[in-house]
């Protein structure tokens, strides 16, 4: 499946776009309920104002709501992101951290956020991402029962190579989007179908 996907998708990458760590961690905070898509047409504008951690720790909060309200649950996000960056400034520098347990200390962050940013922006291999596209797509195939994301995680973990896990994340998030989707999956296109063992489909 690990050959498959990376034939499928050989350069699989994070469809949000940033410049930065920071960036990239402050969209990946607003994808959440979210598409990319939506999130690629907030950033701009977002980070044209604020395009520091020092800038949007000093943010308004009225304002910053207003900035994100188009991704959806816009006060919980926009509090979360300004808490990110007052953090940021006060205890890292001005900088995102490099390690998960740092990252997941931060508003809105989990361990799924978490290792999409160390991977994406730092080449840091923390662990595999499960969002709820690679949650589907690994319990079809068969290679999890769970639908806890971090049980899921670590059963992929123990099957796919350490050095492939920020790519196979990527691969199973982009199947997931534009393949096996949740309401009538293509299974005629699927690239995997192969070696699907097509649960619950």
Not at 40 to 68: C, G, H, I, S, Y
Not at 81 to 86: G, I, L, N, P, S
Not at 88 to 116: I, N, Y
Not at 148 to 161: F, G, H, N, Q, Y
């Amino acid at each position: 499946m690990v050959e498959l996907l990376a034939g499928a998708y050989p350069d699989a990458r994070c469809e949000l776009d940033y410049r930065d760590p920071w960036q990239l961690l402050v969209a990946t905070v607003l994808s959440a309920q979210c598409t990319d898509q939506r999130v690629n047409q907030v950033t701009p504008e977002l980070f044209r104002r604020w395009p520091t951690p020092a800038a949007m720790a000093e943010a308004p909060l009225a304002e910053l709501e207003e900035a994100v309200r188009p991704t959806g649950f816009f006060r919980n996000k926009a509090r979360a992101v300004r808490e990110t960056a007052q953090i940021l400034v006060s205890r890292h520098g001005d900088d995102v951290p490099q390690e998960l347990e740092s990252l997941v200390e931060l508003p809105g962050v989990g361990r799924k956020t978490a290792k999409v940013v160390l991977g994406e922006a730092f080449g840091i291999v923390a662990g595999i991402a499960v969002d709820t596209h690679v949650r589907r797509v690994a319990g079809r195939l068969g290679l999890s029962r769970s639908t806890d994301p971090e049980t899921i995680a670590s059963e992929l973990e123990r099957l796919v190579p350490r050095p492939s896990w920020v790519a196979f994340s990527m691969r199973m998030i982009l199947h997931g989007r534009r393949v096996c989707v949740a309401r009538r999956p293509r299974c005629a296109d699927c690239p995997l179908e192969p070696a699907c063992a097509k649960v619950g489909v």
